[in-house]
């Protein structure tokens, strides 16, 4: 199974190009280039969600190449949709940054509405795919289920916290309409986000729920520092770079080593503080290489742009696939990423725009 990352690596590489000058070097944040990362981690995506079948199947993970796969996915863990929430927090910055007011009045509609609305046919997709192959769900969790609170077979918990995410910052930035400084606003955005997180914490939610939801305001900070930003890297690229690499380097140690001589308040200190450094150094690690290379793969391109069909279908032919067929794990995802691309016409005919 391991082939299929090596695959994704080679997809990657395919159509690379050094950034030759420095207007090709401030373009490293256009919606392509975002959207070839986006499209990269998206089949990261798959595989983690795939796997989770190919686990319930029983299969056996002892060949080097499968355990090696299973590592690599352990080790990658949330990191793989870091960039998804930082895009997104980045992407609304810019636009409030630019548009003013009438994005920020928009966003209940454009960003909260649609997205939920979209989410929602999903979900009735799930139900009818649910019935069909005879699971049952109470009528409690199929109504929580349209919230993304709960899910009926579903991928839920992404689409709950970005709408987390839009709701606080539209409420932010509504009410700081008198006060025009919008790192004022950010920085209450962040607050208001990081007492989500702690209320799903408390909630009960597993941790991947709420343990990635600040890379949407680094998002937003990053944005209002961008230049700043560009300034430093441009000057001490190799230093930023290594520092970057160093920091990801001892915080995955620090979070991965559960040998510690140290108590569980402490332990869970560490673990805390060594993710939010490693998800800030990998922000920065995958900030970097796009300042110096363009990845113009129009498969990944395509990939990212379609991310939020991708994203929510991508379960309808794993669970088809899994419960009617005993596949071969790596065939098992290769068909289940194909056929939910091939979902992507039949999604845009249905999709809500408002």
Not at 69 to 76: C, K, P, Q
Not at 134 to 146: E, Q
Request: hydrophobic share 50%; proline share 3%; with cysteine.
């Amino acid at each position: 199974m391991i082939t299929l990352y090596i695959i994704v690596f080679i997809i990657a590489l395919w159509g690379i190009k050094p950034r030759r000058n420095e207007q090709e070097r401030l373009q490293y944040m256009s919606k392509d280039s975002t959207d070839a990362i986006k499209g990269i981690f998206i089949l990261l995506v798959f595989f983690r969600h795939a796997n989770e079948y190919v686990k319930k199947s029983g299969f056996d993970y002892s060949s080097l190449a499968d355990s090696l796969f299973s590592m690599t996915d352990s080790f990658l863990n949330q990191l793989i949709v870091v960039m998804f929430l930082f895009f997104s927090g980045y992407g609304i910055i810019y636009s409030i940054s630019n548009k003013g007011d009438s994005y920020i009045s928009n966003i209940p509609k454009h960003r909260i509405l649609n997205t939920l609305l979209n989410f929602d046919i999903a979900v009735a997709c799930f139900i009818i795919l649910s019935f069909i192959i005879g699971h049952s769900f109470d009528t409690k969790t199929i109504i929580l289920s349209f919230t993304g609170w709960e899910s009926v077979g579903n991928s839920n918990w992404y689409i709950f916290v970005i709408l987390i995410c839009y709701l606080s910052t539209w409420l932010v930035f509504a009410l700081n309409r008198g006060n025009r400084s919008i790192l004022t606003a950010a920085l209450l955005n962040f607050g208001l986000l990081m007492i989500a997180t702690i209320a799903l914490a408390l909630a009960g939610k597993p941790s991947h729920w709420y343990n990635t939801i600040f890379a949407y305001p680094i998002g937003m900070m990053f944005g209002l520092f961008k230049e700043r930003f560009d300034s430093l890297v441009n000057k001490k690229y190799a230093a930023c770079l290594i520092g970057a690499v160093i920091c990801f380097a001892i915080s995955t140690l620090l979070f991965f080593d559960k040998n510690l001589p140290i108590g569980e308040n402490s332990r869970a200190i560490i673990n805390g503080s060594s993710w939010v450094i490693r998800v800030i150094s990998f922000i920065i690690i995958i900030l970097m290489v796009m300042t110096k290379f363009n990845i113009q793969n129009k498969t990944l391109i395509w990939l990212g742009g379609n991310l939020f069909p991708l994203y929510i279908y991508q379960r309808i032919p794993m669970i088809i696939i899994s419960t009617y067929f005993d596949l071969n794990p790596t065939i098992f995802i290769i068909i289940s990423i194909l056929i939910t691309c091939a979902l992507i016409p039949i999604y845009r005919k249905i999709q809500f725009t408002l």
